[in-house]
């Protein structure tokens, strides 16, 4: 009986992309000590029976919280903001627990081990969105040259859910936290705390982006007990691109001392020509090499 377990989630639209997670997880042989379950949030019965045959178990995503009808609007994939507070109801058989977004894939598999390490004991390991050459931490607005309206996005996401405004501004500057990657135990009492503030952020506040508020609602108000992991092992393009290793055929840090690129996440797309990387195979972009040359490249798995 396999004791982990990585789960995600998509829909038709982002199938290519769940496969292509799966796949850039299956090619480590260290992957098959480790499960891999899917949550179905509207795949087709093709897209199905494909997935069948490389994971072990799929389900069906619900909304584990009651949400108003007019909020999701047909959004089915939007139960993703939800479900993934509930894992251990859908996969109870395992004792630790590795979400990672279908629109991220693995390319280092030390990592996957270090988000395994980080979760002992309860804690939540994850990533806070924050690091060298991140030249905006929070966005402002300037009245006067002096006055400043905060537009941060865990303060902005706050004051819509209308969880009050003594906690919005202890989140305000916090550094934000990306629910995409991140990995817990069984039993860890971070689950149950997740799942109030998230009935919280539901209640008043948009679906997407609620988990996210919920879960940095539940570190820097709640205090539960974390283990942050470095950049490398969520590494959000959109925010900061990498660099490629033409000698070692991999994408790395762009600054010293260049770690490898654990997980590549394309969390908000990677835009060329208003089409999206996470929709359109055939979008590259010009990103720099180790040796100061400059290549187009997809940052997609395999591409």
């Known amino acids: 009986m396999k004791k982990n377990v990585i789960i995600s989630l998509a829909d038709s639209k982002y199938f290519d992309l ?10 480590f042989k260290e992957s098959e000590k480790v499960a891999f379950c899917v949550l179905d949030a509207g795949l087709n019965e093709d897209q199905i029976k494909i997935l069948t045959s490389k994971v072990d178990e799929i389900k069906k995503a619900e909304w584990d919280i009651e949400v108003s009808q007019y909020k999701i609007k047909g959004k089915e994939w939007l139960k993703s903001q939800v479900s993934r507070a509930f894992l251990t109801n859908y996969f109870p058989n395992y004792e630790k627990y590795l979400w990672i977004d279908c629109d ?8 996957i ?3 395994f390490k980080a979760c002992d004991d309860g804690k939540l390991g994850i990533t806070q969105t924050i690091g060298p050459g991140y030249k905006i931490t929070s966005k402002v607005s300037w009245l006067l040259g002096k006055l400043a309206i905060i537009k941060s996005q865990n ?5 819509s ?5 003594d906690k919005a501004r202890k989140l305000a500057f916090a550094p934000h936290i990306n629910i995409g990657v991140f990995s817990l135990e069984k039993n860890s009492n971070c689950w149950s705390i997740w799942q109030n503030n998230l009935k919280k952020t539901l209640k008043s506040g948009k679906i997407f982006g609620s988990e996210g508020l919920a879960i940095n609602m539940s570190v820097y108000i709640d205090n539960i007990n974390t283990e942050f992991l470095p950049l490398n092992c969520n590494w959000i393009a959109s925010n900061l691109l990498p660099k490629y290793d033409n000698h070692n055929n991999t994408f790395v840090e762009p600054y010293l001392p260049n770690n490898k690129i654990g997980i590549m996440h394309l969390a908000a797309g990677i835009w060329r020509d208003n089409k999206d990387m996470r929709i359109d195979k055939s979008i590259k972009i010009e990103i720099k090499t180790l040796d100061n040359n400059i290549i187009n490249k997809s940052l997609r798995f395999g591409l």
């Open 161 to 165: 859910s209308k969880i009050g405004i």
């Open 18 to 27: 769940l496969n292509e997670l799966i796949d850039s997880i299956k090619r």
């Open 104 to 111: 991220a894939w693995v390319n280092d598999w030390s990592t």
């Open 155 to 159: 303060f902005k996401h706050a004051i």
């Open 113 to 115: 081990e270090l988000y």
